[in-house]
């Protein structure tokens, strides 16, 4: 199982970033994905998740809006895009595998600056 993230970077307050995690090595639309991120000092925080079809979306309270998760299975894709952004929202950002709290492979993380 390989989970490969890209497109974080530095970007100004309000702002906005498209993440991509492309996944590799089991049969992507056959379960749940979600993004977390973790900001220094903090623990992992759940961002959203999405079931296998793509067709179920589940956002924490305070992202939603802001946030939409979304999945491309032809392409063995997960995406983040984030819009508003907040200097709080400066963190390193997971794509993961399996429902919520039930984590069974992570990515390495992209690293969102913003400033």
């Known amino acids: 199982v390989q989970l490969v993230e890209s497109g974080g970077g530095l970007v100004q307050p309000g702002g906005s970033l498209r993440f991509s995690c492309a996944a590799s090595?089991?049969?992507?639309?056959?379960?749940?994905v979600a993004w977390y991120r973790q900001a220094p000092g903090n623990g992992f925080e759940w961002l959203a998740s999405?079931?296998?079809?793509?067709?179920?979306?589940y956002y924490e309270a305070s992202m939603k809006g802001r946030f939409t998760i979304s999945r491309n299975n032809a392409l063995n894709t997960l995406y983040l895009e984030l819009s508003s952004l907040e200097t709080e929202d400066s963190a390193l950002y997971f794509c993961?595998?399996?429902?919520?709290?039930?984590?069974?492979?992570w990515g390495q993380g992209t690293q969102v600056t913003v400033s």
């Open positions: 999405t079931t296998g079809n793509g067709l179920r979306t």
């Open positions: 090595g089991f049969t992507f639309g056959d379960g749940d």
């Open positions: 993961a595998r399996g429902p919520y709290a039930t984590i069974d492979a």
